[in-house]
């Protein structure tokens, strides 16, 4: 299920950054000077890779936790410039309010579900873990294999003593 919000959640950033380095300004029905619409293609570059990156942790949460941690930091960082740009230049036009809602609500909820998720699969029997059905594969899988390489360490180190 996160893999799933995660990946609904990239679409924002893949869209957007992909209409804004393609159409530029006038994605957003600006005017712009080619100084600030470079800028903002650019921008737009870099908000569109942030998605895919994003989609593509989605696949392999486990192998891939600590990219999806730093995308969900640079995520909040630029929503917070947005919102000291809020308060110090007044309010943009509700798309802009809709990204920050995203960025300072929704992407630390993703997070949050992360933490939750790895959370409970380190408290978890190592048979739920490794995916019943019930709580699907993934994560869960990735802290079975751990688990699993502690047992035979363990059976190794008893069949030695014995």
Do not use: N
């Not at 936790?65 to 969900?72: D, N």
């Not at 869960?140 to 014995?162: F, H, N």
């Amino acid at each position: 299920m996160l893999p799933i919000a995660i990946r609904l959640a990239a679409l924002v950033p893949i869209v957007a950054g992909g209409g804004g380095a393609l159409f530029g300004p006038a994605l957003l029905g600006e005017a712009a000077g080619p100084a600030t619409a470079s800028h903002l293609r650019y921008l737009s570059g870099l908000l569109l890779g942030l998605g895919l990156l994003a989609w593509w942790c989605a696949g392999a949460l486990a192998q891939r936790r600590v990219v999806f941690e730093a995308l969900c930091a640079m995520v909040v960082l630029g929503g917070t410039a947005r919102l000291v740009g809020l308060l110090a230049d007044g309010a943009p036009p509700w798309p802009h309010l809709a990204a920050l809602g995203m960025e300072l609500v929704v992407v630390p909820a993703l997070w949050v579900a992360l933490q939750a998720r790895w959370a409970c699969a380190a408290t978890m029997p190592a048979a739920r873990m490794a995916g019943d059905g019930a709580h699907g594969a993934g994560l869960d899988a990735a802290g079975s294999l751990g688990q699993k390489a502690e047992r035979r360490r363990g059976d190794a180190a008893g069949r030695e003593r014995a």
